[in-house]
């Protein structure tokens, strides 16, 4: 795998983190402001950091498969 992709899964999972982290904290505040709108913007922007760092972990399983 070259460089790129090494980089890419890792900013997938960066990427990744960090969505998961602001929608956690829109969701909080959603609740708290009984806000339903932020609470579902909240929820999509988390699950959209779940699928990115899945992303990056299936690039590093396929570039480990691939080196052996």
Do not use: P, W
């Not at 090494?6 to 956690?24: E, H, L, V, W, Y």
């Not at 709108?37 to 929820?43: F, I, M």
Request: proline fraction near 0%; aromatic fraction near 2%.
């Amino acid at each position: 795998m070259t460089k790129e992709g090494i980089m890419s899964s890792t900013t997938d999972k960066i990427r990744g983190f960090a969505n998961q982290i602001a929608g956690k904290a829109k969701k909080a505040v959603g609740n708290a402001a009984d806000d339903d709108k932020l609470r579902v913007e909240g929820a999509a922007q988390e699950a959209k950091g779940e699928v990115q760092q899945a992303s990056g972990e299936a690039k590093d399983a396929i570039k480990k498969f691939i080196d052996g």
